[in-house]
């Protein structure tokens, strides 16, 4: 079969997990057998093969490459999001590939950049489209639904305006794919992909040296760990507020520098560490429960399949996709950020789980080979 993946960023520019969900699943359809290409946005144009991948980059259509997002003026980055969600002036440069190309499918991993532009683009030569939600960027510009520290119920006035035209094009796909039942479901309320086969397919993690599991450091107290983005959407406050004491909690992550100072002079408390960047097998071979407190609804959650591949159980809150990746009493918990109890009460059953022999971690579910079979068999259906 022959697959074209659109991808906002690409290896080696990568902004979160959707690129690294892209990059597993394109190498992990080469080594099935199938011919994979990317077509993604970069600084300039080129060409280059990486890993069997054949890699189309693309310079940007718009005002400015998002990847730069951080440097922009409020005002360009309203026209930025304007541009993009129904981007004419990528047409050529992406049709030029498509119809050399000659894909089975389009697939659209991630769509900033690309623009959804490309639904169309790609239905009226006649191929097939498959789209994966890995965010709420169809919904809103800022992409996460969060806003004054909660969780917006559905689209305001001016998400509904600006993605307007992002909702037109959603009839052009033909498939589409949720990371997580939730993202997917809030998409389907809000009137997009009606014409389009559903189906869930969590993101893949990438396998680990089963070593490092068994070297894991085994500690006379229990280590704690929070891993993310320092932002209040994550929960990083609500964690510091309501962590015991008498208990060591390591912060592995990066945020705006006022604000992790804020952060470090509000929760001066020496069983509370500042850890900074890590890489992810230095982080789960030093903790041993990891919280993830998100206030806002993530659509998946990468670090809880992560964790529980090197048989660390998770404690998240009830938010978004996180409570379909972890079954009480066996991977981990579910807490509600707004009862302290319940999360205190949680704390103390995740510690009591960790000690027990009644853990039971899922081997398969988020395996690449399966992901990717699980794409294989959805891109034949729709096809």
């Known amino acids: 079969m022959k697959i074209l993946i659109a991808s906002a960023l690409y290896y080696p520019h990568i902004k979160g997990g959707g690129e690294i969900s892209t990059q597993i699943l394109a190498e992990g359809l080469v080594k099935q057998g199938h011919s994979v290409s990317v077509v993604t ?47 004419i002036f990528i047409k050529s440069k992406f049709e030029k590939i498509l119809l050399q190309e000659q894909p089975d499918i389009v697939h659209s991993s ?45 689209q305001c006035i001016s998400c509904k305006l600006i993605t307007y035209p992002k909702k037109i094009l959603s009839s052009y796909v033909d498939g589409i794919v949720g ?7 809030t998409h389907i309320k809000s009137g997009y992909f009606k014409n389009a086969r559903k189906t869930i397919i969590f993101n893949p993690i990438n396998d680990i040296d089963k070593n490092l599991q068994i070297s894991k450091k085994k500690n006379n107290e229990l280590l704690f760990g929070f891993v993310g983005r320092l932002e209040e959407a994550k ?52 903790i041993d429960i990891l919280i993830v407190p998100s206030l806002w609804n993530e659509p998946f959650g990468r670090i809880v399949p992560e964790a529980n591949s090197y048989e660390i159980p998770v404690l998240v809150s009830n938010r978004g ?12 918990y579910v807490f509600n950020p707004n009862n302290t109890n319940d999360f205190n009460e949680k704390l103390n059953l995740i510690q009591e789980l960790y000690s027990s022999e009644n853990m039971i971690f899922d081997s398969k579910t988020f395996k690449e080979n399966y992901i990717v079979q699980q794409y294989v068999e959805f891109y034949k259906d729709v096809i």
């Open 110 to 154: 991630t769509i900033e950049d690309i623009s959804s532009y490309i639904w169309k683009v790609s239905k009226l030569h006649g191929f097939k489209v498959v789209h994966t939600l890995r965010s709420y960027t169809s919904l809103c510009p800022n992409a996460i639904m969060f806003k004054n520290n909660e969780n917006c119920d559905g």
């Open 235 to 286: 929960g990083i406050e609500f964690l510091l507020e309501n962590f015991p004491s008498d208990k060591i909690l390591y912060i592995f992550g990066n945020g705006k520098e006022s604000y992790v100072n804020y952060l470090k002079k509000k929760f001066d408390n020496k069983n509370i560490v500042f850890k900074g960047y890590a890489k992810t097998k230095d982080i789960y071979t030093t």
């Open 179 to 185: 990371i997580s039942k939730f993202v997917l479901n």
């Open 321 to 332: 996709g996180l409570p379909e990746l972890v079954i009480n009493g066996k991977n981990g």
């Open 41 to 87: 946005i970069a600084q300039e144009n080129g060409e280059e093969i990486l890993n069997g991948v054949k890699i189309y980059r693309l310079s940007t259509s718009n005002i400015y490459w998002s990847f730069n997002t951080n440097n922009q003026s409020k005002i360009k980055k309203l026209l930025w999001h304007t541009v993009d969600a129904y981007n």
